[in-house]
């Protein structure tokens, strides 16, 4: 059965790094020992040990040990044999491209349809969605492609915003830039904000967290879901 979780973010205004996750983290890894890390989002331009050893400390008060996935000779053997996953954040696009340039997206994808917690914040969720075409990061790097694991049928907007009324700033909104994509292809996009997280358990998919979040349908006007809404009719 799959048991997944895709969070808009990491750390919270005024909080720890994965610190309001942590009840999320207990339950979604329950009965695991060690969790492969995939650092290859590299927030910051941070090193691939730097970020693994981040992790590593959230992850030590639940007793679990973390290994970076660049620490592997064979990382595909790896992922066969791993008890489950994270995904950091950072850059979607560099993600993609080590994942895919590595062959690793497909050995990801289905050791977590087979069963095995999976967890993304940010980037790491970009890659749970059908393609990383509604990512708002920046395109350093030119991956192999868009596509990405497709865990659940639609595709994310983590750390989505709203319009701020009165702001002086005539850039385009997220809002805009999703109905953008929505001229290119027909794919669902969900506005993730701060705070909130998408929980896949079997074929159940729901929101959770505090805030809602928008909904974005090729020729349909956006609208909210509430916390604990179902969200198995994005297909």
């Known amino acids: ?70 620490t592997f000779a064979d990382p595909a053997a790896a992922i066969r044999e791993a008890q489950g996953f994270f995904t950091g954040g950072g850059n979607t696009f560099l993600l993609v491209k080590e994942l895919l340039e590595r062959g690793l997206m497909d050995k990801l994808k289905t050791a977590v349809e087979e069963g095995r917690p999976y967890m993304g914040c940010s980037a790491g969720s ?45 850039g385009e909104t997220r809002e805009t830039r999703i109905k953008e994509f929505h001229t290119q292809h027909a794919t669902p996009v969900l506005g993730l904000r701060e705070g909130g997280w998408i929980l896949v358990k079997g074929d159940q998919i729901t929101l959770e967290g505090k805030p809602t979040a928008r909904i974005f ?15 198995n009719f994005l297909r």
């Open 1 to 70: 059965m799959k048991h997944i979780v895709l969070a808009s973010t990491s750390t919270l205004y005024g909080e720890g790094y994965l610190a309001y996750l942590q009840p999320v983290m207990q339950t979604l890894f329950a009965g695991v020992s060690e969790i492969i890390f995939v650092p290859f989002a590299r927030p910051g331009g941070i090193s691939h040990d730097e970020y693994t050893a981040r992790a590593a400390a959230a992850f030590a008060p639940l007793q679990i040990q973390v290994k970076g996935l660049h």
């Open 126 to 170: 970009n890659i749970g969605g059908v393609s990383m075409q509604t990512t708002n990061d920046m395109p350093i790097v030119y991956p192999p492609g868009f596509q990405t694991m497709g865990l659940v049928p639609f595709n994310l907007n983590p750390h989505y915003l709203d319009p701020i009324p009165d702001l002086p700033h005539m």
């Open 217 to 231: 349908e090729a020729g349909k006007t956006p609208y909210e879901v509430d916390p604990g809404s179902s969200l």
